[in-house]
């Protein structure tokens, strides 16, 4: 067989990951958070809540551009979009955000690799420190946009009217949603081979989230 046809045989694929792999991978990324000491825990909680700010920040941004100049279903798209920003940032980063958490730290408690005890712990503490690295970010994009003429601030209270217009029953049902896709996008990107396919993963969710106008226990705070 000459060189040439050699050089055009097709690369090795490389083979998917099977599901008890993933499980197990999940399992030990949830005890690995379990063990962790409460001020890295907190730290790592803290930079999640700052990190994921950016979805609404660019959100607000593009919402600003597009509300004079684009059709309102093109706008909604382009917004929902913005809001996968911030998940990325969060799951390539690996900090740790409490929705991450309803999944991967329940799975050691009920393999038996961890007590209910130290799934408490793990969740107040992360859901403290999301919601006190949010705020944060929070109070600076309210403050920066508007003065950088980037964010109309009325966009600030269009956004959080379609979060708060609904009575508690659509905002449970809502968040059960939420939760599922968020428990989905831990699996999926666990499975997932490389950075760009973990990239693709959480835009894609992330987006359907933000497009779906569905509630994050974080973001839409």
């Known amino acids: 067989m000459s060189n040439d046809l050699r050089d055009k045989r097709p690369e090795p694929v490389e083979p998917k990951k099977p599901s008890r792999q993933i499980l197990e991978h999940e399992i030990l990324e949830g005890a690995d958070a379990l063990d962790r000491p409460v001020g890295g825990l907190f730290l790592s909680g803290l930079s999640a809540g700052l990190d994921i700010g950016f979805s609404p920040f660019l959100m607000a941004v593009v919402w600003t551009l ?6 309102q279903p093109v706008g909604r798209l382009l917004v929902a979009n913005m809001y996968s920003i911030g998940f ?5 980063g690996r900090t740790e955000l409490f929705t991450e958490q309803t999944t991967l ?3 050691p408690v009920l393999n ?6 130290a799934l408490a712990r793990l969740w107040f503490i992360v859901y403290i420190a999301n919601l006190t690295g949010a705020a944060a970010i929070a109070l600076l994009i309210v403050q920066v946009g508007p003065a950088l003429g980037v964010i109309d601030s009325r966009a600030f209270g269009e956004l959080a ?15 059960v949603l939420a939760g599922w896709l968020m428990g989905l996008m831990s699996w999926l990107v666990a499975a997932s081979r490389d950075t760009i396919s973990q ?19 974080v973001v839409k705070k």
Not at 88 to 92: A, D, Y
Not at 161 to 175: E, K
Request: aromatic share 6%; net charge positive; no cysteine.
């Open 66 to 71: 597009s509300e004079k100049t684009m059709s």
């Open 88 to 92: 990325i940032f969060v799951v390539l």
């Open 105 to 107: 730290a329940v799975m």
């Open 112 to 117: 038996g690799r961890a007590t209910p005890a």
């Open 161 to 175: 009217l379609t979060l708060t217009d609904h009575p508690s029953s659509v905002v449970f049902a809502s968040a």
């Open 199 to 217: 990239i693709v993963l959480v835009w894609l969710i992330a987006t359907v989230i933000g497009l779906g106008r569905l509630h994050h226990v």
